[in-house]
């Protein structure tokens, strides 16, 4: 039941040396590449980071806060998801990119908790930076990063998350 991984997913931030079996692998890609996108583009490609000292660029790479997020580096994959094309805007006026990447990357985050791995969502990186580390073209976008591999610690930290109360609104909008 999906809500199962949806309540037990967690940013992990710590990761153990352990490989990731290639067939675990490719479930979780498989649930990537099953995402939905806007018009069926599927306008993405994901770099599968596996080599260690690329890692520990990758991770140097991206500072939060000035601070280098180095428990990135444990990981022993790191996934960029790359938007190949950022031009398309939808009816709506909003791009699609960012949320055709956002939904692969979060079934990648579901298939990933199923498998018994861990993720972390990445946005604080150094735009120029990573895509030279992964030659990714200038004309493109690393929309996330994503930590792979299986959790150190496993802490049920309690969700602060707003009321549904507080979201959810019937027929008109309501502040
Ligand atoms: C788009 C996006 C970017 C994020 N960037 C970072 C990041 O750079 N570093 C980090 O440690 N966490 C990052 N996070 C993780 C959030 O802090 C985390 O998802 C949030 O606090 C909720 O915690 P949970 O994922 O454990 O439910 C990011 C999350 C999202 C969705």
Redesign the pocket.
């Known amino acids: 039941m999906v809500l199962e991984e949806i309540k037990n997913?967690?940013?992990v931030?710590s990761y153990q040396e352990r490989e990731i079996p290639e067939e675990v692998l490719l479930r979780v890609l498989e649930a990537v590449r099953l995402a939905p996108s806007a018009r069926n583009r599927q306008p993405w490609k994901f770099v599968i980071v596996q080599d260690k000292e690329l890692i520990q660029e990758v991770a140097g790479a991206s500072p939060?806060y000035g601070n280098p997020?180095t428990f990135m580096a444990s990981a022993p994959i790191i996934i960029a998801g790359c938007a190949t094309n950022t031009e398309h805007i939808m009816p709506n006026g909003v791009p699609s990119y960012p949320i055709d990447l956002a939904i692969a990357l979060d079934h990648l985050t579901l298939q990933a908790t199923k498998e018994g791995l861990g993720t972390?969502?990445?946005?604080?990186f150094d735009q120029n930076k990573v895509k030279a580390l992964l030659g990714v073209p200038e004309n493109m976008k690393i929309v996330?990063l994503m930590p792979l591999g299986y959790p150190k610690t496993v802490t049920a930290?309690k969700?602060s998350r707003k009321p549904l109360e507080d979201i959810i609104c019937y027929n008109q909008y309501q502040e």
């Open positions: 997913r967690r940013s931030r939060l997020q972390c969502w990445i946005g604080a996330c930290t969700r």
